[in-house]
C-alpha cells in the first residue's frame, strides 16, 4: 500500500520561512513527478510546484522565485522550502507523487493527507 505524508507546516510570520517534507513509502517500482498543491480557503486547489525523476522544476508563477522543489530519491522524499512568505500562501499544502506500484506496472496519482501552512501578517 503506497502512503504519502507531508510535515513540515505550521503558523510563521510574514516574511519568514519553513520547509515542507513529503516522504512516500510503500511497495514502489519507481516514482516519477512529485509535486506540491495548495488548497486556500474559498479558493480552488492549485499546483504550486513540480519535479521531475531527473530534477527539472517548474513552479507556479505566484511562488516562482520563493519556493524551491527538490528531491532525495534515494528516501523517497520531496520538499518545499519556502521563503519571503505572505499572508496569501497560507493554505493546506499538499504533495502529490506520480508513481509506479511495485505491483501495477500503470503509473498512478497518490496525494497525501496535507498539512497546513498559516502565514501571519
Known amino acids: 500500500q503506497v502512503q504519502l505524508v507531508e510535515s513540515g507546516g505550521g503558523l510563521v510570520q510574514a516574511g519568514g520561512s519553513l520547509r515542507l517534507s513529503c516522504l512516500v513509502s510503500g511497495s514502489i517500482l519507481r516514482i516519477n513527478a512529485m509535486e506540491w498543491y495548495r488548497h486556500a480557503p474559498e479558493k480552488q486547489r492549485e499546483f504550486g510546484a513540480g519535479i521531475t525523476s531527473g530534477g527539472s522544476t517548474n513552479y507556479a508563477d505566484s511562488v516562482k522565485g520563493r519556493f524551491t522543489i527538490s528531491r532525495d530519491n534515494a528516501k523517497n522524499t520531496a520538499y518545499l522550502q519556502m521563503n519571503s512568505l505572505k499572508p496569501e500562501d497560507t493554505a493546506v499544502y499538499y504533495c502529490?507523487?506520480?508513481?509506479?506500484?511495485?505491483?501495477?506496472?500503470?503509473?498512478?496519482?497518490?496525494w497525501g493527507q496535507g498539512t497546513q501552512v498559516t502565514v501571519s501578517s
Open positions: 502529490k507523487a506520480k508513481l509506479l506500484p511495485h505491483n501495477i506496472n500503470v503509473e498512478a496519482a497518490y
